[in-house]
């Protein structure tokens, strides 16, 4: 995996920060209080250029809310989450929706399909906040990596493939709530990758994948297990 100057950070279960080459900072799925796998040192958010919204559960939007109006990132999701999240004191959105591609702080996003829900919890209420998503993200020097959010496997990542060829992606694993390892190799056929980092898995004792088991079961992809906090780069 040659990422080329760009640095990526897991912060566990969906989360990541990524430094792009132009040095903006990027959060995807930022859920960081309460997200148990996230280390002490990564809480306390200093710098965020753009912060990307796979779908509005909790543990992917915990703090968009919070880090948006105190650094004021450009936040991209789907149109509906957006607006909710503009209404919560959010200042700058860039909403979207699937097919849809923009450049914003250097990254080329294009928003994909995802199979989930999208459902905000609101207090005591559940708000529609759209549908739940993946990014296809391109840097400026070239690397192509995607990010799944939460999804099972579908048919029309063989697109994804086709269309963007994004040689790293972001899968989850853990079961339950998305795909376990069984669903994700496969995902692995339709998509090849070159390298897979593992997602959402571990973080309660529900979310039972592991990379072990997706590098037996997809012997033909590249499984890079992450460990929360530490950058690759
Ligand atoms: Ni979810
Ligand atoms: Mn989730």
Known sequence: MNLKGIQITWLGHSTFRIQTPEGNTLYIDPWIAGNPMCPESEKNVKKA???LCTHGHGDHIGDAVEVGK???PIVVGIFELCLWLQKKGVQQIAPMNKGGTQTVAGVKISMVHAVHSCG???GD???YGG??????LEFSNGVKLYHAGDTNVFSDMAIIHDLYAPKIVMLPIGDLFTMSPREAAYACKLLQPETVIPMHF???PLLTGTPGELQRLAPYVEVMELKPGPTIS
């Open 125 to 127: 209420q559940v708000i």
């Open 131 to 136: 549908e739940a998503c993946g990014y296809v």
């Open 49 to 51: 250029d753009l912060l």
């Open 202 to 204: 571990g973080t309660f």
């Open 120 to 122: 905000i919890q609101d």
């Open 70 to 72: 105190k650094l004021n």
